[in-house]
């Protein structure tokens, strides 16, 4: 079992809709959460970060829950932009970050 | 300023050969990690960094796998007798994370382009 499972993808929604990701991870030491995004043959960057009393930045609301082992993304009206490769990341005391597979969105017009 | 750069960015390589990939982190990051990323798959950790020290290679997939950072600045990570599973995007990142046990909160890493390299 990967230490980070994250929702098959791919996810192919139309312009204005609501998408949520999902995601659980097995190591209850895991201290920091994060959704990361990847663009087709580019590297991974910071979406955002994720905390427990849940957090937003736009269009982007992240929840964490520690008890359930689970993290979620939820993107609102989705734009054409918002086509990438969302990636459930975990992390432990600042060391190396573990990813899941990732969840690929295609947003269309 | 200059993000992670990384050297060269597409390699194509015959079974048997060894290949070096080299990562130039930020200026003053303290911290580098290297990743291995297979077609349709996250990023897998390699190894970790801390100025020239190796800190953790508890990834390397085997010992054909070796990294360096010498000076604490530039790292090279090098695949000896390359094998046809080795085909990935190899990923470096960089981050200011450093100090004592005591501060070990996360440090955002900021990713490289990434090698693709191609094994025949």
């Known amino acids: 079992r990967k230490e980070v499972e994250q929702d098959p993808g791919p996810f192919n929604v139309p312009e204005g809709a609501t998408v949520a990701f999902n995601c659980t991870y097995s190591n209850s030491a895991s201290q920091s959460f994060f959704w990361y995004r990847q663009d087709c043959r580019k590297e991974p960057k910071l979406l955002m970060s994720v905390y427990s009393s849940g957090n937003e930045d736009g269009r982007f609301t992240a929840q964490l829950n520690r008890a359930s082992q689970y993290i979620s993304l939820l993107i609102r009206d989705s734009k054409l932009s918002d086509s990438a490769t969302y990636l459930c990341?975990?992390?432990?005391?600042?060391?190396?970050?573990?990813f899941g597979k990732g969840t690929t969105l295609s947003v269309s017009s | 300023g200059a993000g992670v750069s990384q050297s060269p960015r597409y390699k194509v390589a015959k079974r048997g050969q060894d290949v070096a990939l080299r990562c130039d982190p930020i200026?003053?990051?303290?911290?580098l990690f290297w990743y291995q990323q297979a077609l349709g798959q996250g990023p897998e950790f390699l190894t970790y960094?801390?100025?020239?020290?190796?800190?953790?290679k508890s990834g390397l997939p085997s010992d054909r796998f070796f990294a360096e950072r010498p000076e604490g600045s530039v790292s090279t990570l090098k695949i000896q007798r390359t094998q046809q599973e080795d085909s990935a995007v190899y990923l470096c990142a960089s981050s200011t994370l450093g100090g004592s046990e005591r501060d070990r909160s996360y440090n955002e890493q900021f990713f490289g382009p990434g090698t693709r390299l191609t094994v025949l």
């Open positions: 200026s003053g990051h303290v911290s």
């Open positions: 990341v975990v992390n432990q005391a600042g060391t190396a970050l573990i």
């Open positions: 960094f801390q100025n020239e020290a190796q800190l953790d």
